[in-house]
């Protein structure tokens, strides 16, 4: 029902984390445990419409498009929360922080 991956490049100590949730119903809950002592999220984008038939065409290119979701850059350590949307894919850019 759900899938997640990440990258990290230590070299600058950022990273991306993609959340797909594939329940045709359901919000799902992800309960992420941090590697590191703390982690400032830059920015959060989520894929998703309310009619998961909707679909892009050649007529009406942006009739599904990324939304940006505000994250207020605040630093989590430990554990972070994120609910995801039906059919949907979210992405957690981060910066890893000492």
Not at 53 to 78: E, F, L
């Amino acid at each position: 029902m759900s899938s997640t991956a990440v990258y990290y490049d230590s070299g600058s100590k950022c990273g991306t984390l993609f959340i797909i949730n594939r329940s045709v119903d359901r919000n799902m809950v992800f309960d992420i445990k941090l590697p590191f002592a703390g982690v400032r999220i830059s920015a959060v984008t989520e894929l998703f419409s309310a009619d998961p038939k909707q679909a892009n065409s050649g007529i009406d290119p942006a009739r599904t498009v990324p939304k940006s979701i505000a994250c207020g850059g605040g630093i989590y350590s430990g554990k972070m929360t994120v609910t995801s949307k039906p059919i949907s894919v979210v992405r957690i850019d981060f910066e890893a922080v000492d």
